[in-house]
């Protein structure tokens, strides 16, 4: 009866941490989009390989949601094989999220570089960029209250007089407000874009590892009792 009794707490735990995996899933799906808009939002970043990093959160994501039902499945009728495939899965996709947690932990540390080089990229192409390119970095200096990369000056280039800078850059956008105030610290944001957008990249990308380590541990626990129930049903125990 004391064996009965652990087994039928171990079904109703794995049937507790499946509903868990369901809501972790569906947790790493709106994660994962939110991250993603957050990255895509910003041309700069667009290219990047690190940006994977959400993608696999929301592929996961939805992995999970429906393991999720067949790990309930397997505790609610007792079948050996289902909880075996799930405890398989669920292995698999811990390692997967460890995995994308170390990505993103060191795509982390490569922000400086990637965004410093965009940034500059983007500028060099901003006059024959088309209106949607133009109106991403216009967009990242108004949101983020800077201009150019390193400062003002990165926008030497973009007129012929070499002292102008897009409207963008400006604390009052007005048409052609940046004419001629490169370096007019009164009309507009002298500093440049690079430590605030790498600032802001970097809490995003931190959001995702904290959140796949913390999933990864609840999972961990999940597998726990699966293997605990397996043990049991291949014993022969009968599970009430």
């Given at each position: ?36 808009v957050s990255l ?83 500028i060099k192409q901003?006059?024959?960029g088309s209106k ?109």
């Amino acid at each position: 009866m004391a064996v009965e009794g652990g087994m039928k707490c171990v079904k109703f735990l794995l049937f507790f941490f499946n509903f868990i995996f369901w809501l972790c899933g569906l947790a790493l799906i709106v994660l994962g989009v939110w991250v993603q808009v957050s990255l895509h939002k910003t041309p700069v970043i667009q290219g990047a390989s690190g940006s994977a990093a959400p993608l696999v959160l929301i592929i996961v994501g939805v992995v999970i949601f429906f393991i999720a039902f067949f790990g309930c499945c397997g505790a609610w009728k007792e079948n050996y094989c289902m909880v075996t495939m799930f405890a398989i899965l669920l292995s698999l996709i811990i390692i997967v999220e460890i995995g994308t947690a170390i990505a993103a932990y060191v795509f982390r540390d490569k922000l400086t570089g990637l965004v410093d080089d965009g940034l500059r990229d983007m500028i060099k192409q901003y006059n024959n960029g088309s209106k949607e390119y133009q109106e991403g970095l216009d967009r990242i200096q108004k949101d983020l209250k800077c201009c150019g990369a390193a400062n003002s000056s990165d926008w030497v280039n973009f007129k012929p007089d070499h002292t102008s800078v897009p409207d963008s850059c400006c604390k009052n956008v007005t048409a052609d407000c940046g004419k001629g105030a490169m370096n007019d610290d009164k009309k507009i944001y002298v500093t440049g874009c690079q430590p605030a957008l790498e600032k802001l990249l970097k809490e995003n990308v931190q959001w995702v590892a904290v959140a796949a380590i913390v999933i990864a541990f609840i999972e961990i626990l999940g597998l726990v009792f699966a293997c605990s129930l397996m043990r049991g049903i291949r014993s022969g125990y009968e599970v009430m």
